[in-house]
């Protein structure tokens, strides 16, 4: 079975914390390799991790999630706003 590597970039914890939970219930082919809370940790575990898929809130407290992937050079990723 193919697992997808994800990671959850939400500044929110209490919303990451269920965001997680719930993908571990209903999405076990989804592993979540990380969470960050600000758009440049999000930017350091994309690049430990090399998702499939990010999880991704728009407003961060450092920058957007345009912001944030507009700093990098290339995606590989799927991404999905929260």
Do not use: C, H, W
């Amino acid at each position: 079975m193919f697992v997808a590597r994800a990671i959850i970039v939400e500044d929110n914890a209490f919303m990451a914390t269920v965001l997680n939970d719930m993908l571990q219930t209903e999405a076990p082919s989804i592993e979540v390799m990380g969470v960050a809370a600000t758009g440049k940790e999000g930017l350091k575990q994309i690049d430990k991790y090399k998702p499939d898929i990010i999880f991704l809130d728009i407003e961060l407290p450092d920058m957007t999630g345009f912001e944030m992937l507009g700093q990098l050079t290339e995606i590989n990723f799927k991404t999905i706003f929260t």
